[in-house]
């Protein structure tokens, strides 16, 4: 099928595949899924400028999707979402302008590669060590989501640099320029990277503010509604976005999103962090794929 | 149990196929008309074609929500 937009012939049952497949992972972890997406996109010719804006426009739809069941299970803070809106746009227009550099310096695909394989890698490895050691320490058949990392947690809690927020849907209260630093990080890795970033957020969201996962999970799809609607809308007038592949993408991310969503519910936290730690590696190594085989960088 | 995920798993089954069918058709009509225009409002008019390409994709995705829970309910015969 040829996309006129970004000028490329892609199959649309590969793009409802991958959407299928980001759509299970996202509506699971609370992740845009830009690790599959942006290089799977790389791998049928697109270029990066486009997988970073068409993947991002993907994403608010399979996010709408995903947090609509969330909120159906009880499993999103709005209160904390809408703050960090407000941090992860800011965020998300400093890394677009930063892409828009690299494009101006003509080494946008080297760059973002490099940078993506590290933050990926770095993810995998942190999470890896904090959910088996927060399973081995865990008492047996409990349901409470218990973090290994909770001792650094509660340090950051204790910050008490006004205006404090109390967020009684996850039990937390921390101070509102914590959660805009957590929230400005996962924007600037958006807009850089492509994605919503729920790969920093959601990960931050439980080891920095100290959010429940499942919350985490679910409070992250419903603010990347907001933030990556910002980012395609930013990108799409840079030229960055293809609409038809991420309407194309998002057939499929409509089943798998419900599915993820629904499955959240049969497990405990540190489970799930744990079940995160391959996808980021994925990502990466499909990034070293491409660089290695210098398909169209 | 195993009858109810068995019961489960057709009717995912059914609900792939007959959304396979909805989702060609999607391809064949929606996209097929809305391409050249959507090339020709990007490479002219870039913020009408960011809120337009917003408001398709948020528009796309609650209807395909509701396409497939409405499926589900259906072959389930029964609420979520």
Known sequence: MFFPISGAHISPIYLALVGFLIGILGGFFGVGGSFIAGPALRAVGLDWNFAVGTDLAHIVGKSVVAAKRHRALGNVDLKLGLIMAIGTIGGAEVGAQLIQLLKRAGNVNLVVSVVSIVVYVSISSFMIWESRKSLASARPNTKRDHSAFSHVTRAIQGFKLAPMIHLPASGVRVSFWIILVVAFVGGLFSGFLGGGAGYIRMPSMVYVLGIPTHLAVGTDLFEIIISASYGTFSHAIKGNVDILIALVMNTGAAVGAQIGAISTQYFAGPKIRLAFVPLPLIGAAIVIYTLMSGHKL | ?80
């Open chain 2, 1 to 80: 149990m195993k009858k109810e995920t068995a019961k489960t798993l057709r009717a995912f089954s059914i609900e792939l196929v007959v959304y396979a069918v909805l989702v060609v058709a999607y391809f064949f009509l929606v996209l097929h008309f809305l391409g050249g225009w959507l090339h020709s409002l990007e490479a002219h008019h870039r913020y009408s074609y960011a809120t337009v390409a917003i408001l398709l994709i948020i528009g796309q995705a609650v209807l395909l929500e509701s396409v497939t829970t409405f499926l589900l309910r259906m072959l389930r015969g029964r609420s979520e």
